[in-house]
């Protein structure tokens, strides 16, 4: 088939899955074509049979603010008229479910809009008055949905009223980027000394709530010598810097910035810690449990979905530190617990979370959408 994929090409877990999901199609023999503003972090565009198509607003003194949309619909309707795409597959519905939808009407025939629901896009500003019409309409007029947990699933049908199937996909891991590595040497760069590694890694906005990573990480420091890697950029990371320097624990905080792959550092730590408000899927939990180290999460969204409490991380209450912090600590001070609960942990994210049972299903979305391959 030919494939249109549109994505946030930042570092998110939607630019991840929609990256690996296309590199995936195009190894199944699929031509797929990214359409959005820059190359996301995660996709390889010199694979065979990927292509990238870039979109860009021009910058006209009348336009106050740009016009991304309406440039991506354009493109999208050029790329679907030129390559003869079967369908275009929106992961989020602003801007990219609408501007495929455009992009049908401007183009006519026979493509086919899919539209996968990330989240926030519901969760968040879905629930926006400004943009609750415009999410309501792509989600009725997409060819078909999938959203990425039970709870977004149901989630979409009670806030929209929607009487649509949307299709269960959950998020994925492919194996091949978490085989067995010796992780050793990364994690002696970051522990010389022999401390206990925690790992946080988001977009730090403030439904990740992080100021409880910090609490956790200044309360665990009391008693166990540990140290806190940060991994990603956003509004809520500058203060957590400065309170971690206000208790004197800087020596002990690493904040690595934006990282394209994190496999790596993230399976040189102990523990990963994502104490969101909210999280629809939680890929930063997956991404762990496939390195074997076991995630602390909040009891919200689709987080119970992904980890077993007590089998293959920890489950708390959202805002509980106490409980966050005893379960840490029990899992820091047990090695052979930790490292049983991270070999299960990745069992499960292999088997359960594998790229191609999530091939599989969207395979199957496109042909039942389109009539064929
Ligand atoms: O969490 C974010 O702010 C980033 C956003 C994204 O675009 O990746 O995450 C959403 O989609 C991910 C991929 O499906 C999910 O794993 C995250 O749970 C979801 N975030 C929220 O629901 C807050």
Known sequence: MKIGISCYPTFGGSGVIASELGMGLAERGHEVHFITYAVPGRLKIDRPGIHFHQVSVPDYPLFEYSPYSLALASKMADVAERVGLDLIHAHYAIPHAIGALLARDIVGGNLKVITTLHGTDITLVGRDPSFMPIIKYTIER???????SIFLRDDICRTFNCEKPIKLIYNFIDPRDFEDRDSRAERIRYTPDGEKLLIHVSNFRKVKRINDVIEIFLRLREKIRTKLILVGTGP?????????????????????????TVNEIICSTDLLLLPSETESFGMAALEAMACGVPPIVTDCGGLPEVVDDGVTGCIS?????DDMVNKARELLLNEDARTEMGRRAREVAFKKFNLNLALDLYEDLYVNTTGGM
């Open 142 to 148: 997409s060819d078909a949905l999938s959203a990425v």
């Open 317 to 321: 209450p959202v805002g509980d530190v």
């Open 236 to 260: 809520e990371l500058e203060p957590a810097v400065q309170r971690v320097e206000k208790a004197g624990a800087e020596g002990d905080l690493i904040a690595l910035g934006n990282r394209e």
